[in-house]
């Protein structure tokens, strides 16, 4: 009896040794259980995509020879002896810049054909102290936890857990005091910024997350569109610029309200303008640069310039209107106004627009 009771101990010995040794290797060729559902940490890392500055030419004579530029061409009378040549470019979108917009790069909400497919995407740092907040929903879109931060006092780590799947979602209106409160916030299937009317940017992407350090690159997006507009005399004018006021480009909304989910907008319902704004005219100008303008409008090929009045070498021009001006949401502008007299009497007296190309 003694002999058999020791061979079936050494028998559940062996046992026992080859089912542990069979759990260790099937465990050396696996991730470690305790990695699996351990913490993933998330370093945030935050700039701003902005699209390249696309060009609204007015009276310019320059010409454009960039194959990749959509072109408006027109010319209009404003005096018996002065004209103002309308010249409209637009940079397309290159396949690469959908691309990197799609894969979440960028803004990876924005699709081929959206309106607010930006041109060539330039990144560029925040301002420092701007505000902007962090959202995280789970894989069903519930809300889990968000965060605000302000940009340049330290970088952005979320504790979450590994080999699950999150949304992040990213925004800010590019100011160092405001960031407006999320409606519906429980599930990104409705959570939206109600009315923003500031410099709205936005960024959101989903991705599992593996046990240990995880790097999410937030590229914000800027959603409405920007002018920059410069009044110039060209070289056919004498004098200098003595005074210009009243000028606006519309119609615009005056906010929209932003799904956080989808990226679409909500516009107000009734019409405004946005003021172009400049600073104090220094005798003897012959050139000025207004401050930014932020235009919040739908996509639109019907917008208006308008200068109120405008003196010119002693001469005062009031009302004069550039009508069918294209803008897209989320497209950078520079608009330069070019005026150019003419030697020889005018008698064009409207826009007609020549498309050679479109966007």
């Not at 046992?15 to 990695?35: A, F, H, T």
């Not at 990197?100 to 420092?128: F, Y």
């Not at 929903?137 to 605000?148: F, I, M, P």
């Amino acid at each position: 009896m003694k002999i058999l009771d020791l061979t079936i101990n050494r028998l559940s010995f062996g046992i026992c040794m080859g089912l542990l040794l069979l759990q260790s290797c099937s465990k050396s060729n696996n991730v470690p259980v305790v990695e699996q559902e351990g913490l993933a940490i998330v370093t945030v890392g935050v700039s701003v995509g902005d699209p390249e500055e696309e060009t609204v030419v007015l009276a310019s004579n320059r010409k454009v020879t960039n194959s990749n530029l959509a072109e408006q061409v027109s010319e209009v009378a404003i005096s018996e002896h002065m004209t103002l040549g309308v010249t409209v470019t637009d940079k397309q979108n290159s396949s690469s810049d959908i691309s990197e917009l799609k894969s979440g790069h960028v803004n990876p909400t924005v699709k081929t054909g959206s309106s607010r497919a930006a041109s060539q995407v330039i990144t560029k740092t925040l301002d420092t102290n701007v505000k902007y907040r962090i959202l995280v929903y789970d894989a069903s879109g519930n809300y889990l936890q968000s965060t605000d931060y302000s940009y340049g006092a330290n970088v952005p780590q979320l504790n979450l857990n590994a080999g699950q799947t999150y949304t992040f979602v990213v925004y800010s209106v590019n100011s160092t005091s405001v960031i407006p409160n999320v409606d519906n916030i429980s599930s990104l299937s409705t959570a939206k910024l109600k009315d923003v009317n500031g410099d709205l940017m936005y960024f959101k992407k989903t991705m599992q997350l593996a046990y240990g350090n995880n790097n999410l690159a937030v590229i914000l997006t800027h959603q409405f569109s920007q002018i920059t507009t410069t009044v110039q005399m060209d070289n056919s004018m004498t004098g200098s610029i003595a005074a210009l006021s009243n000028m606006v480009v519309s119609p615009t909304k005056s906010s929209a309200t932003f799904s956080l989910n989808d990226g679409s907008f909500v516009y107000a319902s009734t019409n405004s303008s946005a003021a172009i704004t400049f600073a104090a005219i220094s005798s003897g100008s012959r050139s000025v640069t207004a401050f930014p303008t932020l235009v919040i409008s739908p996509n639109t090929t019907t917008a208006s310039l308008t200068i109120g009045s405008i003196t010119l070498d002693g001469d005062t021009k009031n009302n004069i209107v550039v009508p069918n001006i294209k803008i897209i949401p989320g497209h950078k502008y520079n608009l330069v106004l070019n005026f150019k007299a003419c030697t020889q009497s005018v008698t064009s007296d409207a826009l007609n627009w020549n498309y050679e190309r479109s966007t």
